[in-house]
């Protein structure tokens, strides 16, 4: 029954979505109100159609139906609930339709929505989302089959241990949550490129979208490194590869576009780089889609070798190219706004480190299809391994990073080389001497002192240093100005500048997981020993470990052998560890659990590699540093970005200067003032720039003045002086 | 003074490009291997000997030797046909699902005697997106 529903659910959705299709382009052609309602009940109909297609998978592998070849590969007798929910994302056709699900879920939320012009653009934006879910919609009524049925029950395959792990509900979810959610501002480009809107309106409403959808990115690839980190022989929290590349392209890309939107926003500039961005974050997370389901290139993640594969690269390519012609159409269209008039500056910071991810993202991806690339060009395939990330991202990471700390001391618009080296000197001094003292202290159990790893930590200081000068400047403005308005005023700063709190608080957890990158990475000590029950202890990096003996329980109708290991430090006893190996009643090979004995500034991870003569083993012991601070970075990370996207009462007050000039200009102006009094801003730089702001704000307010005015009489003509005043007092943006 | 400073930040970002550049040359130059399958290996005759490849193959299962006191790991691969092996030899952790049938890509070099010293291995993780009857 649920299997015969599900099956019909996904032949309606190809009709569903197909409908929504006419129906938003009658919409666009007519411009009616009737057109643009229909359009939104079908966006919400594909979703409702969609969501019982996957409760009905959902409800197969809850109940184990095995006559359902989905629900026999990917569940199996006994597997936890958690588990057979997991499935429904865990497999080939069902992934797709998970799919679908949220890209739907996404559509209907965009299409209920109002903001600026949206009657203008919501009919685009909900055409291009319907024209990307009827791409997976087809291949799910022609290439997958969810909902394959056999007349005979299958025999069930079972989810392999490694991957019963909590790891695999939130690992994906996020990962899939967040490449799916970067559909939508690529619509609202696209949109507005054919549109041809030269304002800001796309960003301001997609802000949101990006930085929702970057939040899942990063907590999807955080908590697979993590996952990573736990589990032997999946090569640390970081393997480079090409799948762990997948998912770092549009991070690396959208994390440019969030910055450079901060420019554009305030100062109306680089409009045509954040639509080139916004569109390769889009068309990464396709190329990462067609690289990880259609085998073209190895990974240690599984692929499937399936026919998928050439209707992920027929998308990449029709993406990629109408995207590029729609460019180029609009290209003239996008005035490119003021100049930038300084190489030091806020924006030219921001410029070098979208220069700097777009490098890192060239970096990964031609590593990524090397092999792709020199077998066409070639004809012999080549691999590049972990040495060419490690050459080419870490020296341009520290780069990135050193900018981080950077931009934040720098004004807007242009400073002298004396206020920059002023500004910028004292902290990068101070991080220096305590980066070096760091690095010491960890040169001291691992007895080398690489130059990239204590650069890196350098850098990261740096950024925490930059952080904190900045907070305490933000504290030094509320102090003066509760000195005169209470601690109101103070509360009132926050709620406006929330925004930029909440960025800081992102790079303060981007400078701790790098910190703790570095570390554990540079100076990671291990070593490997082979040790028999009551043994002398073995000494590592300050701890010291004794075996006492080994442990054989059963595990249902598994067997696990562990060692006990007691680990001491500095004559503390601290407590038992007990790294193991699993063997399988059903003969499957065995496995080896870690041993991982966290404290915040150094973690010891012992493996047994194998048992000798009964009551020996060989341990492989390591102690890695700070590598808990690249996790209690990732949930500082958590909290900084939704600080940043927390909804506001008022939201439109804090997003407003992005479309209207006169606004911007204020904006530029209190901008100034700030700078000026942390004095990264020189006296006569800050009275010529405050004397020309107030020449562009007479300017500005005049032309809203006479917009106003024509407004004013339109509106009265059509519905008389009072409605006509009201009308334009909801409209009014710009007056106090 | 803007058109100078457009100038000079032209040319600051030319060379941020140009450096990206180079890193990227110097690292592919440095750390790429050929990526072939035991019969291409084979079929490269005495070139292939002590050169950095990457070979690619299937574990035979009933091949596979770990040594835990000396951290060796021995097996054999071969391609899909099964016609020619390869003996790997290799010194390290011995990763989990190491199983007959396994997938896995050794990066090293081939061996006058004609055995394959790996340096480093690559292992598919558990499948989450394979056909049925295989083992998770």
Known sequence: MAGTLGQAAIRLLLVTVCASLVVQTQAIRTRSAAWRTAGRWLMAGAFVVAATAAGCLLKLLLLEDNHYLYVAEYTGPGLAWIYRVAALWGGNAGSLLFWVLILTLYGAMVSWSRHDDSER?????????????????????????????????IPM????????????????????????????????????????KTDATWLVVTRRWTLASWLFLSIGILYGAHWSYEELGWGGYWAWDPVENAALLPWLTATAFLHSAIVQERRHMLTRWNHVLVI??????????????????????AFTNSALGAYFLALLMAVGAASCAILIWRWRVLRGGPPMTAVVSRESAFVFNNVLLVGCTAGVLLGTIFPLLTGWLDGAEKVVDNGYYN??????????????????????????????????????AAAVVIGLALALVLY???????????????????????????????????????????????LRWMRTERRRLGGYLVHLAVALMAMGIAASGAFHVSEQKQLAAGDPPVRVAGFSLRFIGMTVDNVGDDRRMSANLVVEQGGKTLGLIQPAAVFYANGQSPTTEVALYSRPFADLYVVMLGTLNGDEAVFDIHVNPLVQFIWMGGYLFMAGTLVSLWPERRHRAAELPAWHPVLRIRKQQEDARSDHQAGKLGNAAYQALQSELRYQLVDAEAVQVEVRERMARELSRWFGPVEADRLLGLLEYGSE | MVIRARGKLIAALILVAVVIGVLIETAITRASTYYITVPELYARG??????????SGNILGNTVRWQPGIRRLTFQITDDSGKSRLAVSYYGDKPDSFTNDWPVIAFGKLTSTGQFTADKLLIKCPSKYTAAGTNG
């Open chain 2, 46 to 55: 005495t070139a292939a000997l002590g050169q950095e490849t990457a070979v």
């Open chain 1, 280 to 301: 390769l974050t889009f068309w990464l997370t396709v190329l990462g889609t067609y690289l990880t389901r259609s085998g073209v290139i190895w990974s240690i993640h």
């Open chain 1, 391 to 428: 050459g080419v991202i870490l020296p341009l990471a520290v780069c990135v990073l050193i900018l981080m700390g950077m931009g934040p001391l720098l004004p807007w618009r242009h400073t002298t080389w004396r206020l920059a080296r002023r500004a910028v000197g004292y902290p990068l």
């Open chain 1, 121 to 153: 653009m919501l009919p685009w934006v909900a055409w291009i989302l319907s024209a990307l879910t009827l791409f997976y919609a087809v291949i799910l009524n022609v290439a997958v089959a969810p909902f394959a049925r056999s007349a005979e029950p």
């Open chain 1, 444 to 490: 001291m159990p691992a007895g080398r002192l690489p130059v990239l790893g204590t650069s890196a930590l350098v850098a990261a200081v740096f950024v925490v240093a930059s952080v904190l000068l900045e907070y305490a400047q933000i504290g030094r403005l509320v102090k003066g100005a509760s000195a005169r308005v209470t601690t109101g005023g103070a």
């Open chain 1, 157 to 196: 395959s079972g989810l392999n241990p490694l991957l019963q792990n909590p790891g695999m509900t939130i690992h994906p979810v996020n990962l899939y949550l967040g490449f799916i959610g970067f559909s939508i501002p690529f619509a609202y480009s696209i949109s507005s490129l054919i549109l041809g």
